[in-house]
């Protein structure tokens, strides 16, 4: 097949040489109204292109390779001295697979333990492309279905406004989890 970015021979999606030239991460924080911290690693026009990709079949592929390069190397080297749990945002009941999933898997370490279905957004509601007064409008009414009192990160793989992570960790003040900072993989702020 051909590297999607250079276009030359290679036996993966991404070419070893298009990932160390165009998709080295770099950690990087934005503090949102709320004072929730959201921590990523592209700013969305470098990875556009690979971010669209989630619409179709090798989404799938793309995702787990920017996860490789980002959240599994953040994992490796974040320490804590509790157990920390990993919520996926996008995730609502009718998607049975979701990109954000996948990129928590790679948060898994001695430390962070990923959890799936647990924060679950209850209308299937859409941010994409929408204004900020839809996206205030139209909650996502989330629901939390696992512990209180634990230390929790929240992932998305993009952050725009911020709504969807304010809302999630509004639910889960609800229980008394300690929301440590947002996770996502790149930062559409204009
Ligand atoms: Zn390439």
């Avoid at 990709?53 to 920017?66: A, P, Q």
């Avoid at 609502?92 to 928590?104: E, F, M, P, R």
């Amino acid at each position: 097949m051909r590297c999607l970015l250079c276009q030359s021979w290679s036996l993966r999606y991404i070419c070893k040489t298009c990932e160390e030239l165009h998709l080295k991460p770099s950690l990087q924080k934005r503090v949102l109204p709320n004072g929730l911290e959201v921590y990523y690693f592209y700013k969305y026009k470098e990875i556009e292109e690979l971010i669209k990709s989630k619409y179709f079949f090798i989404g799938y592929f793309i995702y787990r390779t920017l996860a490789r390069l980002s959240f599994k190397e953040f994992s490796k080297s974040f320490l804590f001295d509790e157990k920390v749990y990993a919520f996926a945002c996008d995730a609502s009941i009718k998607n049975g697979y979701s990109n954000t999933s996948l990129l928590s898997r790679y948060l898994k370490s001695n430390t962070i333990k990923p959890l799936y279905n647990k924060l679950i957004s209850t209308t299937n509601i859409s941010y994409a492309g929408k204004t900020l007064d839809f996206r205030l409008r139209n909650p996502k009414q989330f629901e939390y279905k696992f512990k209180s009192n634990i230390n929790a990160i929240l992932v998305d793989d993009t952050v725009v406004s911020g709504t969807t992570l304010s809302q999630a960790e509004k639910e889960l003040a609800k229980y008394n989890v300690n929301v440590l900072f947002a996770i996502t993989l790149c930062d559409a702020k204009e």
